[in-house]
């Protein structure tokens, strides 16, 4: 006699014996019970999850001699040669080979015949019917809509997206779903008792984890390891003939990058290798290993989510929690990338190799609220409100809980910063390093309304997070340090006054654009590239040279948000609105630092002003007279602005001194 498989011996009769699918046979038990058997079917799912079982059996019940509630009997001639495959009702169809138009006409001709007994149906089961042509669907529409009273219609497919829409709009539709892991279990457990099969629970966990949702693919696994092995099956056993790699590697793996051991991590993948494992399956295995990590690093209550054996879950709960969850993260997201490379690259071994490495090597993220909370004292962090304990690097923490640089030599800027420090005040403020060059062009590619948007966005979450930073105590006397703290002036009013005449606005333009530095570094350079024009009825009006692009959008969306009004009224001591200027005026009168600007900065003894004689490093003119920098202009106005910001954000001053960094500048 010979072997029936595993598969074929085992496949539900009935539609108490379907696994996991009672929402279907439920429905279709009470259809036929209540004698509402639709004309047509459409059954979707992934491979292996009953489709065509449960076409069967439903061919079966609607052809019973004694059907009892919609089940069929099994033992009436019917049901028996539906089971044997002989009977001349149930007709199944491959659609993959049988997908042509005169196919589909054959099958029109013979639904035409009366089934072999009176009182019963003919069953059309097509299988895989979305690989049916356009015009085979075409030609099986009218059929589909009206067929014979005793004709039964089952489509089964696993991709019901390429079945049209006229089709399954004629169609009953049921969606099988994938098995879980557990289903797939309980049924090995089951079919194994029965059949005498000695092995180990481990092992019926790799095999239902292998199967991906698929009972019938379970099943044949089975039979492959009962077929190579004897005595008792174990996971050793499974792992070794299916190729499996062992959740042991894994681990093993995970503790090895947790630790920055690069060359243990390689003994491992050199290890997995040579036991005969593909790169890019060992790759998924650890997509699928990572995000088991991240999910018990979150809550234990996800464990139920986690296709790990009992034994090697506690090992699993134990490593996550040494992990970071946004290690975990980069991790699996670099694991996911690896495993998309090793299935496209012509070297997958050296891929794999360098990407474990880098893995090995990589650098804890570090979150910013966490790194704010170390600094503040809070939790995790150097000290409470009230305790005075050491810092990083000799510093102190403070009753305030914020880290105390320790006591040493003042950083001081370099380059045209350190010789600002012979001007006069506002001049000085001027200097002090303005987020980008004076005549620094735009050096990005995006437009400048892009740009403009991207830096109130990060404007506004610099406010929110210098919100929580406790500014120094301002120094009332000086405009700077008012505007600053958003108080007003003391002595001034922001109340209407008498009005302000133009001349005294330009005079003192300079001087207001290094006092809103304290509050608005990137608009206070914005307006310092630009000069005001006109002053009528109370609106400002502000001119940029055309070369100032990025400036005058800058400029528009602080007229839009009315973001000056209020510095204006401070400062000047009467409420001013702000336009911008479509012309300049020559009339008008120049701030003395855009004067300065317009001075050439290196003229030959004896030569005309207009002569100029360039420096090293110096900004050149093009054919226009228009300044050109140099490249060397950019990267020292680039350095300028990041210690500028520096200088400007305690936090991020704390943050290097606490930790020994630097802060890099971005090579895009």
């Known amino acids: 006699m010979s072997y029936i498989a595993l598969a074929r011996r085992y496949r539900p009769q009935s539609f108490a014996d379907v696994t996991a699918q009672t929402h279907i046979t439920d429905t279709l038990r009470q259809a036929i019970a209540g004698g509402r058997v639709a004309q047509a079917y459409l059954f979707t799912g992934p491979r292996g999850s009953g489709k065509t079982t449960v076409a069967r059996i439903l061919a079966k019940a609607v052809n019973c001699d004694k059907p009892k509630d919609g089940e069929p009997d099994g033992v009436c001639e019917p049901c028996v040669s539906i089971t044997d495959a002989r009977s001349m009702d149930v007709i199944e169809i491959d659609g993959a080979s049988n997908n042509s138009v005169d196919d589909v006409r054959e099958l029109r001709e013979s639904v035409r015949y009366a089934p072999s007994q009176p009182g019963k149906r003919k069953v059309y089961i097509v299988d895989e019917v979305h690989m049916l042509s356009g015009g085979a669907f075409n030609a099986l529409l009218k059929t589909l809509e009206e067929p014979p009273p005793h004709v039964v219609f089952v489509f089964a497919t696993t991709e019901p997206r390429k079945v049209p829409d006229t089709i399954r709009s004629r169609c009953q539709r049921f969606d099988f779903r994938r098995l879980l892991i557990a289903e797939i279990r309980s049924r090995l457990e089951y079919i194994c008792k029965r059949e005498k099969i000695a092995i180990d629970p481990e092992a019926i966990f790799v095999l239902a984890r292998r199967a991906d949702g698929s009972l019938r693919d379970a099943l044949s696994l089975l039979d492959q390891i009962v077929s190579s092995t004897s005595g008792k099956i174990t996971e050793a056993n499974v792992a070794e003939i299916l190729g499996i790699v062992r959740e042991e590697a894994y681990l093993e793996l995970a503790t090895a990058i947790l630790d920055r051991d690069a060359v243990h991590s390689l003994g491992v993948v050199h290890s997995v290798l040579a036991q005969g494992a593909d790169p890019a399956t060992f790759a998924l295995g650890l997509v699928e290993h990572l995000r088991n990590l991240m999910l018990l690093g979150l809550d234990r209550t996800l464990r139920s989510a986690v296709p790990m054996g009992d034994a090697h879950l506690a090992a699993a709960e134990v490593l996550a929690a040494r992990f970071k969850t946004e290690d975990l993260l980069y991790l699996l997201n670099r694991a996911a990338a690896l495993f998309e490379e090793t299935r496209h690259s012509g070297q997958p071994v050296v891929v794999l190799e360098a990407a474990v490495v880098e893995m090995a090597r990589f650098d804890s993220r570090v979150v910013l609220s966490e790194l704010l909370e170390r600094l503040d004292g809070g939790p995790g962090g150097p000290g409470g409100p009230d305790d005075a304990s050491p810092g990083p690097r000799g510093s102190t ?272």
């Open 397 to 668: 923490t403070g009753a305030a809980g914020r880290v105390a640089p320790a006591a040493g030599p003042a950083r001081r800027p370099s380059g045209p910063r350190a010789e600002a420090d012979s001007d006069s005040d506002a001049d000085r403020e001027m200097a002090a390093s303005p987020l980008v060059p004076p005549t620094a062009p735009r050096l990005v590619s995006e437009p400048a309304g892009d740009a403009v948007a991207a830096y109130f966005a990060t404007s506004s979450a610099a406010d929110s997070m210098a919100a929580t930073v406790a500014p120094p105590p301002p120094a009332p006397a000086r405009a700077s340090d008012v505007i600053a703290a958003g108080g007003p002036l003391p002595g001034r009013s922001t109340a209407p006054s008498a009005r302000i005449d133009f001349e005294t606005v330009v005079a003192r333009w300079t001087e207001f654009t290094a006092a809103l530095r304290g509050s608005k570094a990137m608009l206070a350079h914005c307006l310092s590239e630009g000069r005001p024009v006109r002053l009528s009825a109370g609106v400002l009006e502000v001119w940029f040279p055309p070369e100032h692009t990025f400036h005058s959008h800058l400029f528009e969306e602080a007229v839009k948000r009315r973001d000056l009004e209020p510095y204006l009224a401070q400062f000047f001591g009467t409420p001013l609105k702000t336009a911008l200027a479509l012309e300049e005026h020559a009339a008008a009168p120049r701030p003395a630092a855009a004067r300065r600007r317009e001075t050439p900065p290196n003229t030959a003894p004896g030569s005309p002003a207009g002569n100029e004689v360039p420096a090293a490093g110096a900004a050149m003119l093009d054919e226009s007279g228009s300044q050109r920098l140099t490249s060397d202009d950019i990267a020292r106005g680039r350095r300028d602005a990041i210690e500028d910001v520096i200088q400007r954000t305690p936090v991020i001053d704390d943050v290097i001194t606490a930790f020994d960094c630097e802060v890099l500048e971005d090579p895009q």
